[in-house]
């Protein structure tokens, strides 16, 4: 079993910076990736970013390319989302998830809450 907690979150002004962390817990040997995620009052949850922990290779879904900035601390098993030049439109739940090579080892956090006031 692994554990996922997010931490970071809280309230910034458009423009400005976050940086949120996920820290994965527990029995870890299956995963390789881990992802973010946000999501609206009453929509899914949509993808945000995602890192390989054996290579650090990344993507981004286009809303956010170019402004955050994913990366890992593998012997931590800690994964960091920076978060710059953030709009009100960013302000979500944000989530965390791990990824193997199998479903059975995809993990949530609880997610911790993003407020971007303009």
């Known amino acids: 079993q692994v554990q996922v907690a997010e931490s970071g979150g809280g309230a910034a002004q458009a423009g400005g910076s976050l940086r949120l962390s996920c820290v994965a817990s527990?029995?870890?040997?299956?995963?390789?990736?881990m992802a973010w995620y946000r999501q609206y009052p009453g929509k899914e949850r949509e993808f945000v970013s995602y890192?390989?922990?054996?290579?650090?290779?990344?993507r981004y879904s286009d809303s956010v390319k170019g402004r955050f900035t994913i990366s890992r601390d593998n012997a931590k098993d800690t994964v960091y989302l920076q978060m710059d030049t953030l709009k009100p439109d960013d302000s979500a739940t944000y989530y965390c998830?791990?990824?193997?090579?199998?479903?059975?080892?995809?993990?949530w956090g609880q997610g911790t809450q993003v407020t971007v006031y303009s």
């Open positions: 890192i390989k922990y054996a290579d650090g290779w990344s």
């Open positions: 527990g029995d870890t040997s299956c995963v390789v990736s």
């Open positions: 998830a791990t990824g193997g090579m199998s479903k059975s080892c995809e993990f």
